[in-house]
Nanobody, 124 residues
């Protein structure tokens, strides 16, 4: 049973930084792509970033490119999202996701497993 558990969310002022973590367990992820999504109140869940596990190609949404960095630690089955220069519009619940097959996808329906989410709030 695959489990994804996010942590690291919180309240930060605009311009600040946070690092989200996702602990993955239940299988090896060598042929998986891992991603981060977010969902703001009243909005649909949207793609943020993804990588071919653990350190292959990466892809970012235009809204976070240059500010966020996705990375993986294969030894510890951890996925990270380093978020810098945070803006109030980054406020959302952030979800870790995994999909079988290493092709990077941006649609939520393409992902097989999801974490429970962690709240990120950026104050102005």
């Amino acid at each position: 049973q695959v489990q994804l558990v996010e942590s690291g969310g919180g309240l930060v002022q605009a311009g600040g930084s946070l690092r989200l973590s996702c602990a993955a367990s239940g299988r090896t992820f060598s042929n998986y792509a891992m991603g981060w999504f977010r969902q703001a109140p009243g909005k649909e869940r949207e793609f943020v970033a993804a990588l071919k596990w653990p350190g292959g190609n990466t892809y970012y949404a235009d809204s976070v490119k240059g500010r966020f960095t996705i990375s993986g630690d294969n030894a510890n089955n951890m996925l990270y999202l380093q978020m810098n220069s945070l803006k109030p519009e980054d406020t959302a619940v952030y979800y870790c996701a995994a999909r079988a097959g290493q092709a990077i996808r941006t649609m939520t329906a393409s992902y097989d497993y999801w974490g429970q989410g962690t709240q990120v709030t950026v104050s102005s």
